[in-house]
């Protein structure tokens, strides 16, 4: 059974930092694309960062700077450090695990404000 555990969304003021965990499990973790996504209220999902199964990361240009995606093979874990928050960063963000098809997590909430 796939599953993916995200954790560690959270409210923060501007300018602040939070650091979001995805537990992967059921799939070949280290064969994956890893990313992370995100939906603000009435906006597309969008993609915040990937990276592949052989740690080549790419990044949306609004978070280019700000915010790091990285990875832990053997804990089939995938990470996303937020720094330098925005309002604008307010959004559900998504785990997402990509090869061939595509596997979500259930999301978790930022809020950035003050």
């Known amino acids: 059974q796939v599953q993916f555990v995200e954790s560690g969304g959270g409210l923060v003021q501007p300018g602040g930092s939070l650091r979001l965990s995805c537990a992967a499990s059921g799939i070949m973790f280290r064969l994956y694309t890893m990313g992370w996504y995100r939906q603000a209220p009435g906006k597309q999902r969008e993609l915040v960062a990937s990276i592949t199964s052989g740690g080549a990361t790419n990044y949306a240009d609004s978070v280019k700077g700000r915010f790091t995606i990285s990875r832990d093979n053997a804990k089939n874990m995938v990470y996303l450090q937020m720094n330098s928050l925005k309002p604008e960063d307010t959004a559900v963000y998504y785990c997402?695990?990509?090869?061939?098809?595509?596997?979500w997590g259930q999301g978790t909430q930022v809020t950035v404000s003050s």
């Open positions: 997402n695990a990509n090869r061939f098809v595509a596997y």
